[in-house]
């Protein structure tokens, strides 16, 4: 099975949500979130089980541009 295949099999990764932490009276161009980052220890013989979203934040640097979407809060 090619990898394209194989990924058109798996579920599609959900949209996480974060609240921006940041205030647009302070900073109107830019915003920051405060996230956690995910990680379970792992028996000794075992990688630890690591958060999709979390990690991909907690390895971007200043710079980095990635998609996002800002919704109303409710």
């Known amino acids: 099975m090619t990898p394209t295949k194989l990924a058109g099999l798996l579920p599609m990764i959900q949209p996480r949500q974060y609240s921006i932490s940041s205030s647009s009276l302070n900073s109107p161009s830019s915003c920051t979130i405060t ?17 999709l979203a979390s990690n991909f934040l907690a390895t971007r640097q200043v710079g980095d541009i990635f998609k996002a979407s800002i919704r109303p809060a409710q």
């Open 35 to 51: 996230w956690s980052l995910f990680s379970t220890e792992a028996p000794d013989d075992e990688s630890p089980t690591l958060g």
